[in-house]
């Protein structure tokens, strides 16, 4: 079959499945299978396409109409311009996070000691010590197996590297699997976090892609969302160093709740970060010489 006329089919199949986007996830998992990019399907859309790539093709096809999410089809995803393996154990990379990081970065110099909270693919700590000179981190996550994907996202960036500035020091990273702070130990110039948020009764109502196939520890923020909030900056406060930062993603509707919460554990001009759609997505605050009472 042609390039062009196994799009087609595969645009027809997601479409009749109701995948709403499914003329870019048929061109990503055509390009995924046969290494091409957006421009074979508009110069080479008549190349013949391999049986075996073919074969391939289809069963990536039938797997996202049943809402497979397109990533854990790949199994990648791209994030802060670094590609980052993920699976059913972890949350996807989403863009809305990359203001997280380019919110800390604004703030990391060189040196700094970073902890990512509910660290999940690694891909917040991973991409701060990316962009960053000198810096060294611990990811942190209740989840065994996410915290091996993690590392192996470690070594993967690692390898890619052409010289020893492209990527971070991996011997400047560890992995540590904590109940939140119940294992971490020393002190940091910055804590980041993007924790589970959706409140419990929301979840039954996500889109399948997330229902059904994202990991519900990373998902569920108990009663209201924001168990984790709370417990988070309470005890960041005994870890973060005079003048560090605690950065938080939130979600969009949470901003106001998350500062009283930052300010009700004494937290300093605490700010929110909106996203490209303009909805609240961040909030932050620094830790002062002495934690309110």
């Keep these: 079959m042609e390039y062009k006329a196994l799009y087609d089919y595969g645009v027809r199949e997601l479409m009749d ?15 995924h299978v046969c290494h091409t ?15 075996k790539d073919q074969n391939i093709y289809l069963e990536y096809i039938e797997k996202r109409k049943r809402h497979v999410p397109l990533q854990h089809i790949t199994g990648e995803q791209e994030f802060m311009g670094l590609v980052f393996e993920v699976n059913g154990h972890v949350l996807i990379p989403r863009q809305d996070t990359e203001i997280l990081v380019e919110e800390a970065l604004r703030f990391l110099h060189d040196g700094m000691d970073i902890l990512d909270m509910c660290t999940g693919s690694g891909c917040i700590l991973l991409s701060l010590l990316h962009y960053s000179n000198g810096c060294s981190g611990v990811g942190a996550d209740i989840s065994q197996e996410a915290l091996e994907l993690a590392e ?3 070594g993967r960036l690692a390898g890619k590297r052409e010289n020893a500035a492209d990527s971070p020091d991996h011997s400047l990273i560890r992995w540590i699997k904590s109940d939140l702070f119940e294992k971490i130990e020393g002190t940091y110039d910055m804590i980041v976090s993007n924790p589970p948020y959706i409140p419990t009764g929301v979840i039954s109502s996500l889109m399948e892609e997330v229902r059904d196939y994202e990991p519900l520890e990373a998902l569920d923020g108990k009663e209201d969302g924001l168990f984790f909030y709370r417990k988070i900056a309470a005890e960041a406060y005994r870890f973060l160093r005079n003048g560090g930062y605690l950065f938080f993603e939130i979600g969009c509707d949470q901003a106001e709740k998350v500062r009283h919460i930052m300010e009700g554990n004494g937290y300093r001009d605490i700010a929110v970060v909106k996203d490209f759609a303009g909805l609240d997505r961040v909030v932050y605050g620094w830790k002062g010489m002495e934690k309110h009472v």
């Design 37 to 51: 990019d957006r421009n074979d399907l508009l110069v080479h859309g008549e190349r013949d396409v391999p049986e």
């Design 17 to 31: 499945a109701g995948i709403a986007e499914s003329m870019l996830d048929a061109r990503l998992l055509l390009e």
């Design 152 to 154: 192996k996202n470690a």
